[in-house]
């Protein structure tokens, strides 16, 4: 995690490294942390150290995309969604965790043929991908 020195003063540190040569050996070396100066530690310890966490900014880390309305993504109705799960359920080598998984790249079955047909690769196992080709490509 990222901690900020928001105390007045410089702080000295010390860091831990890993090192292994030959066995298991710990090696540490200090630094100085100025003011305002971010560094990125183990949070139990710059919470002890009484330094202020840094929060990613937004934007920042893995976050689920959430499709855009458009021509080529027009809104689907939940029940739309649920019909095509069943469907994908009942095709035989999918499962119902596999059927969520296409659910968050597919919401629906014009999309995934739309997809097949343009020759696009199926972010799926291949097994998987061989089905969906069968089910639903020319």
Not at 16 to 42: F, S, V, Y
Not at 43 to 60: D, I, R, T
């Amino acid at each position: 995690m990222k901690f900020k020195n928001i105390k007045g003063t410089a702080q000295k540190i010390r860091i831990m490294e890993n090192r292994k040569l030959g066995g298991t050996m710990q090696a540490c070396h200090w630094i100085t942390l100025k003011p305002g100066q971010i560094i990125d530690l183990p949070s139990a310890y710059g919470k002890a150290m009484g330094f202020e966490m840094v929060m990613p900014e937004q934007g920042v880390g893995v976050k689920e995309e959430t499709p855009k309305e458009s021509e080529e993504n027009p809104p689907v109705a939940e029940e739309d969604v649920a019909k095509f799960g069943e469907e994908l359920q009942a095709i035989k080598g999918i499962g119902k965790k596999t059927v969520s998984d296409i659910l968050k790249v597919f919401w629906n079955k014009e999309m995934l043929i739309n997809t097949i047909q343009k020759g696009e690769g199926l972010p799926f196992r291949d097994d998987i991908s061989q089905i969906l080709h069968k089910q639903y490509g020319n």
